[in-house]
Protein backbone atom coordinates (compact mmCIF):
# COMPACT_ATOMS: atom_id res chain seq x y z
CA UNK A 1 0.00 0.00 0.00
CA UNK A 2 1.51 3.18 -0.99
CA UNK A 3 1.80 5.81 1.14
CA UNK A 4 -0.52 8.50 -0.35
CA UNK A 5 -3.67 5.93 -0.38
CA UNK A 6 -2.66 5.36 3.29
CA UNK A 7 -2.86 9.22 3.65
CA UNK A 8 -6.56 9.24 1.68
CA UNK A 9 -7.90 6.63 3.54
CA UNK A 10 -6.99 7.65 6.61
CA UNK A 11 -7.05 11.19 6.16
CA UNK A 12 -11.14 10.39 4.82
CA UNK A 13 -11.76 9.33 8.48
CA UNK A 14 -10.63 12.67 10.13
CA UNK A 15 -13.43 14.59 7.61
CA UNK A 16 -16.03 11.56 9.06
CA UNK A 17 -14.71 12.87 12.14
CA UNK A 18 -14.81 16.89 11.88
CA UNK A 19 -17.91 16.60 10.51
CA UNK A 20 -19.25 14.73 13.17
CA UNK A 21 -17.95 17.44 15.94
CA UNK A 22 -20.10 19.83 13.71
CA UNK A 23 -16.89 21.40 12.02
CA UNK A 24 -17.14 22.68 8.81
CA UNK A 25 -14.94 21.12 6.16
CA UNK A 26 -15.66 23.74 3.40
CA UNK A 27 -16.78 26.92 4.28
CA UNK A 28 -19.24 28.67 2.11
CA UNK A 29 -17.64 31.41 0.52
CA UNK A 30 -15.21 32.48 -2.25
CA UNK A 31 -12.13 34.41 -1.94
CA UNK A 32 -11.47 36.87 0.80
CA UNK A 33 -9.54 40.43 0.95
CA UNK A 34 -6.65 40.33 0.47
CA UNK A 35 -7.06 37.63 -2.24
CA UNK A 36 -9.26 38.21 -5.03
CA UNK A 37 -9.82 37.68 -8.87
CA UNK A 38 -8.93 33.68 -8.11
CA UNK A 39 -8.24 32.00 -11.26
CA UNK A 40 -7.56 28.00 -12.44
CA UNK A 41 -5.31 28.83 -15.12
CA UNK A 42 -4.24 24.75 -15.52
CA UNK A 43 -6.02 21.66 -15.47
CA UNK A 44 -4.14 18.15 -15.28
CA UNK A 45 -5.17 15.13 -16.10
CA UNK A 46 -5.81 12.77 -13.10
CA UNK A 47 -6.23 9.52 -14.95
CA UNK A 48 -2.14 10.04 -16.40
CA UNK A 49 -1.50 10.68 -12.64
CA UNK A 50 -1.20 14.26 -13.21
CA UNK A 51 -1.89 15.64 -9.54
CA UNK A 52 0.61 17.91 -8.03
CA UNK A 53 2.33 18.15 -4.88
CA UNK A 54 4.48 20.53 -4.78
CA UNK A 55 5.80 24.16 -6.30
CA UNK A 56 8.58 26.29 -6.78
CA UNK A 57 8.64 29.32 -9.30
CA UNK A 58 10.19 30.08 -12.01
CA UNK A 59 11.86 34.47 -12.19
CA UNK A 60 9.36 34.77 -15.56
CA UNK A 61 6.52 34.01 -13.33
CA UNK A 62 6.18 30.15 -15.05
CA UNK A 63 5.20 27.64 -11.62
CA UNK A 64 7.73 24.66 -11.64
CA UNK A 65 5.22 21.23 -9.76
CA UNK A 66 5.44 17.54 -9.21
CA UNK A 67 3.31 15.25 -10.17
CA UNK A 68 3.66 12.91 -7.23
CA UNK A 69 2.75 9.46 -8.62
CA UNK A 70 3.36 10.05 -12.33
CA UNK A 71 7.08 10.56 -11.25
CA UNK A 72 7.45 13.47 -13.51
CA UNK A 73 8.63 17.34 -12.81
CA UNK A 74 6.14 19.47 -14.92
CA UNK A 75 6.43 23.71 -15.95
CA UNK A 76 3.51 25.88 -16.28
CA UNK A 77 3.31 28.94 -17.49
CA UNK A 78 1.14 31.60 -16.09
CA UNK A 79 -1.16 31.45 -18.69
CA UNK A 80 -1.62 27.41 -18.53
CA UNK A 81 0.82 25.64 -20.76
CA UNK A 82 2.01 22.69 -19.42
CA UNK A 83 5.35 21.25 -20.27
CA UNK A 84 7.27 17.53 -18.53
CA UNK A 85 10.42 18.50 -17.88
CA UNK A 86 12.05 14.92 -16.67
CA UNK A 87 10.66 11.90 -15.51
CA UNK A 88 12.49 10.39 -12.58
CA UNK A 89 13.60 6.22 -12.89
CA UNK A 90 11.19 4.03 -12.32
CA UNK A 91 12.12 2.31 -8.99
CA UNK A 92 13.33 -1.34 -9.39
CA UNK A 93 10.00 -2.69 -7.61
CA UNK A 94 6.63 -1.41 -6.11
CA UNK A 95 5.49 2.11 -6.56
CA UNK A 96 7.07 5.57 -6.40
CA UNK A 97 6.29 9.31 -5.95
CA UNK A 98 7.80 12.50 -6.30
CA UNK A 99 7.17 15.25 -3.95
CA UNK A 100 8.77 18.22 -2.25
CA UNK A 101 10.50 20.75 -4.92
CA UNK A 102 12.74 23.63 -4.76
CA UNK A 103 14.68 25.90 -7.18
CA UNK A 104 18.06 27.18 -7.11
CA UNK A 105 19.24 30.37 -8.20
CA UNK A 106 21.56 29.05 -11.05
CA UNK A 107 17.86 27.02 -12.21
CA UNK A 108 19.08 23.70 -10.73
CA UNK A 109 15.72 22.11 -9.28
CA UNK A 110 15.70 19.85 -5.97
CA UNK A 111 12.98 17.21 -5.33
CA UNK A 112 12.15 14.62 -3.29
CA UNK A 113 11.66 11.23 -4.38
CA UNK A 114 10.53 8.27 -2.45
CA UNK A 115 10.85 5.30 -4.28
CA UNK A 116 12.49 2.26 -2.17
CA UNK A 117 16.42 1.56 -2.64
CA UNK A 118 16.20 5.08 -4.90
CA UNK A 119 14.63 7.10 -2.37
CA UNK A 120 16.05 10.47 -1.14
CA UNK A 121 16.79 13.98 -3.26
CA UNK A 122 17.27 14.47 -6.60
CA UNK A 123 18.78 17.30 -8.86
CA UNK A 124 17.05 18.03 -12.32
CA UNK A 125 19.09 20.12 -14.53
CA UNK A 126 18.35 21.29 -17.94
CA UNK A 127 19.58 19.32 -20.87
CA UNK A 128 21.10 16.16 -17.81
CA UNK A 129 19.18 13.21 -17.14
CA UNK A 130 17.94 13.42 -13.35
CA UNK A 131 20.80 12.54 -11.32
CA UNK A 132 20.34 11.46 -7.34
CA UNK A 133 21.83 14.16 -4.80
CA UNK A 134 21.74 11.86 -1.32
CA UNK A 135 20.49 8.28 -0.90
CA UNK A 136 17.34 8.79 2.26
CA UNK A 137 16.50 4.69 1.66
CA UNK A 138 15.37 4.43 4.99
CA UNK A 139 13.41 7.38 5.52
CA UNK A 140 9.68 6.37 4.96
CA UNK A 141 8.04 9.39 3.52
CA UNK A 142 9.82 12.17 2.49
CA UNK A 143 7.91 15.10 1.71
CA UNK A 144 8.40 18.75 2.18
CA UNK A 145 11.89 20.23 0.68
CA UNK A 146 13.45 23.29 1.57
CA UNK A 147 16.65 25.38 0.44
CA UNK A 148 18.91 27.47 2.67
CA UNK A 149 21.16 28.68 -0.46
CA UNK A 150 23.24 30.60 1.93
CA UNK A 151 24.67 27.79 3.80
CA UNK A 152 24.29 25.60 0.51
CA UNK A 153 21.40 23.13 2.56
CA UNK A 154 18.47 21.34 1.87
CA UNK A 155 15.91 20.46 4.70
CA UNK A 156 13.46 17.53 3.80
CA UNK A 157 10.62 16.28 6.08
CA UNK A 158 9.78 12.89 6.72
CA UNK A 159 6.16 12.70 7.25
CA UNK A 160 5.81 9.13 8.88
CA UNK A 161 8.47 9.48 11.51
CA UNK A 162 7.97 13.25 11.87
CA UNK A 163 11.61 14.17 11.16
CA UNK A 164 13.52 16.77 9.69
CA UNK A 165 16.80 15.93 7.64
CA UNK A 166 19.70 18.04 6.60
CA UNK A 167 20.97 17.58 3.62
CA UNK A 168 24.19 18.77 1.36
CA UNK A 169 23.62 18.93 -2.15
CA UNK A 170 27.34 19.41 -2.60
CA UNK A 171 28.27 15.61 -1.26
CA UNK A 172 25.69 14.04 -0.47
CA UNK A 173 25.69 13.75 3.30
CA UNK A 174 22.87 13.63 5.09
CA UNK A 175 21.68 13.75 8.88
CA UNK A 176 18.82 13.79 11.16
CA UNK A 177 18.33 17.58 12.01
CA UNK A 178 15.12 17.68 14.39
CA UNK A 179 12.89 15.40 16.00
CA UNK A 180 10.85 15.59 18.75
CA UNK A 181 6.88 15.12 19.43
CA UNK A 182 6.00 18.59 18.06
CA UNK A 183 6.63 16.93 14.60
CA UNK A 184 5.44 13.56 15.26
CA UNK A 185 2.12 12.56 13.84
CA UNK A 186 -0.73 12.36 16.42
CA UNK A 187 -1.51 8.72 17.68
CA UNK A 188 -4.34 7.08 17.88
CA UNK A 189 -7.31 6.05 15.27
CA UNK A 190 -7.98 9.23 13.25
CA UNK A 191 -3.82 9.70 13.07
CA UNK A 192 -3.51 9.92 9.44
CA UNK A 193 0.18 9.28 10.15
CA UNK A 194 1.43 12.13 8.18
CA UNK A 195 3.16 14.50 10.78
CA UNK A 196 5.96 17.42 9.30
CA UNK A 197 4.88 18.30 6.07
CA UNK A 198 5.79 21.57 4.66
CA UNK A 199 8.75 23.27 5.19
CA UNK A 200 10.14 26.10 4.45
CA UNK A 201 13.47 28.42 5.62
CA UNK A 202 12.89 32.27 6.89
CA UNK A 203 15.19 34.41 8.90
CA UNK A 204 17.25 31.98 10.41
CA UNK A 205 14.87 29.29 11.54
CA UNK A 206 13.45 26.23 9.57
CA UNK A 207 9.24 26.46 10.05
CA UNK A 208 7.60 22.74 9.58
CA UNK A 209 3.66 22.13 9.30
CA UNK A 210 2.72 18.98 11.12
CA UNK A 211 -0.66 18.11 8.99
CA UNK A 212 -2.00 15.47 11.89
CA UNK A 213 -2.15 17.96 14.47
CA UNK A 214 -2.95 21.17 12.45
CA UNK A 215 0.15 23.25 13.70
CA UNK A 216 2.44 25.94 12.17
CA UNK A 217 5.77 25.42 13.45
CA UNK A 218 9.51 27.74 13.89
CA UNK A 219 13.21 25.97 14.89
CA UNK A 220 15.68 28.41 14.94
CA UNK A 221 19.15 27.49 13.56
CA UNK A 222 21.68 28.19 16.01
CA UNK A 223 24.99 29.57 14.95
CA UNK A 224 26.68 26.54 14.39
CA UNK A 225 23.83 25.36 12.05
CA UNK A 226 22.35 22.81 14.66
CA UNK A 227 17.75 22.86 15.51
CA UNK A 228 17.36 24.87 17.96
CA UNK A 229 13.97 24.66 20.43
CA UNK A 230 10.35 23.95 18.74
CA UNK A 231 7.91 26.69 19.27
CA UNK A 232 4.04 26.77 17.51
CA UNK A 233 3.66 29.62 16.05
CA UNK A 234 -0.32 28.16 15.20
CA UNK A 235 -3.08 26.01 16.15
CA UNK A 236 -6.05 25.01 14.32
CA UNK A 237 -5.13 24.97 11.16
CA UNK A 238 -6.62 21.12 10.09
CA UNK A 239 -5.06 19.47 7.52
CA UNK A 240 -2.24 21.87 6.85
CA UNK A 241 -0.09 20.68 4.18
CA UNK A 242 2.30 23.37 2.38
CA UNK A 243 2.75 27.07 2.96
CA UNK A 244 4.35 30.10 1.74
CA UNK A 245 5.79 33.57 3.63
CA UNK A 246 3.37 36.45 2.45
CA UNK A 247 6.19 39.41 1.97
CA UNK A 248 8.78 40.03 4.64
CA UNK A 249 7.19 39.39 8.03
CA UNK A 250 5.49 35.94 9.37
CA UNK A 251 2.31 35.93 7.94
CA UNK A 252 1.66 32.39 5.93
CA UNK A 253 -0.68 31.48 3.52
CA UNK A 254 -1.41 27.83 4.44
CA UNK A 255 -2.67 24.72 1.90
CA UNK A 256 -5.30 22.89 3.97
CA UNK A 257 -6.06 19.74 2.08
CA UNK A 258 -8.78 18.05 2.82
CA UNK A 259 -10.51 20.83 4.23
CA UNK A 260 -10.42 22.30 0.55
CA UNK A 261 -9.46 25.68 1.77
CA UNK A 262 -6.16 28.52 2.15
CA UNK A 263 -5.90 29.78 5.44
CA UNK A 264 -4.15 33.22 6.10
CA UNK A 265 -1.69 32.78 9.09
CA UNK A 266 -1.39 35.99 11.25
CA UNK A 267 2.23 36.57 12.87
CA UNK A 268 0.03 36.32 16.56
CA UNK A 269 -1.69 32.77 14.72
CA UNK A 270 -4.28 33.89 14.26
CA UNK A 271 -5.90 32.59 10.52
CA UNK A 272 -8.80 33.23 8.62
CA UNK A 273 -9.93 31.34 5.32
CA UNK A 274 -9.16 33.10 2.13
CA UNK A 275 -10.10 30.56 -0.37
CA UNK A 276 -12.34 28.13 -0.65
CA UNK A 277 -13.67 24.98 -3.34
CA UNK A 278 -15.61 27.89 -4.73
CA UNK A 279 -12.40 29.70 -6.23
CA UNK A 280 -11.50 26.08 -7.75
CA UNK A 281 -9.16 24.13 -4.78
CA UNK A 282 -9.34 20.89 -5.30
CA UNK A 283 -7.53 19.65 -2.18
CA UNK A 284 -5.07 22.24 -2.51
CA UNK A 285 -1.19 20.69 -1.24
CA UNK A 286 1.16 23.96 -2.02
CA UNK A 287 1.13 27.21 -1.90
CA UNK A 288 3.86 29.76 -3.84
CA UNK A 289 3.85 33.75 -4.02
CA UNK A 290 5.65 36.29 -6.31
CA UNK A 291 5.02 39.39 -5.65
CA UNK A 292 1.00 39.78 -5.55
CA UNK A 293 0.76 36.94 -7.16
CA UNK A 294 -0.40 33.32 -5.63
CA UNK A 295 0.01 30.22 -6.99
CA UNK A 296 -1.87 27.22 -5.59
CA UNK A 297 -1.60 23.50 -6.43
CA UNK A 298 -4.30 21.40 -5.45
CA UNK A 299 -3.68 17.74 -5.90
CA UNK A 300 -7.67 16.25 -5.96
CA UNK A 301 -7.01 13.57 -3.39
CA UNK A 302 -10.07 12.86 -2.13
CA UNK A 303 -12.11 14.89 -4.83
CA UNK A 304 -10.55 12.56 -7.25
CA UNK A 305 -11.34 15.23 -9.80
CA UNK A 306 -9.84 18.57 -11.28
CA UNK A 307 -6.02 18.95 -10.01
CA UNK A 308 -5.35 22.87 -11.04
CA UNK A 309 -3.14 25.65 -10.62
CA UNK A 310 -4.76 28.68 -9.29
CA UNK A 311 -3.75 32.09 -9.35
CA UNK A 312 -5.14 34.75 -7.24
CA UNK A 313 -4.26 38.14 -6.93
CA UNK A 314 -3.07 39.44 -3.03
CA UNK A 315 -4.01 43.07 -2.43
CA UNK A 316 -1.22 44.25 0.28
Not at 14 to 25: E, M, R, S
Not at 67 to 94: H, M, W
Not at 98 to 113: E, H
Amino acid sequence: MDHHYRRRTLLSALVVAGVAAGQATVPAFASTAPLSAAQEVAHFDIAGLQQPENITLEPGGAADVTFNRARQIARVTPDGQTSILATLPAPASGTATVSGIVRATDGTLYVNYNAGGRSGVWRVRSGHAPEQVAALPDVKALNGLALDERHHTLYATDSSTGTVWKVSPSNGATSLWADGEALEPSTGGHSSGFGANGIKVHDDAVWVSNTDKGTLLRIPIDAHGAAGAVTTKAEGLTSIDDFAFVGHGDRVLAAQNFAGSVALVDPDGTHRTVLTAQDGLSNPTSVAVRGKTVYVTSGAYFTHSDPNLLLARLAH
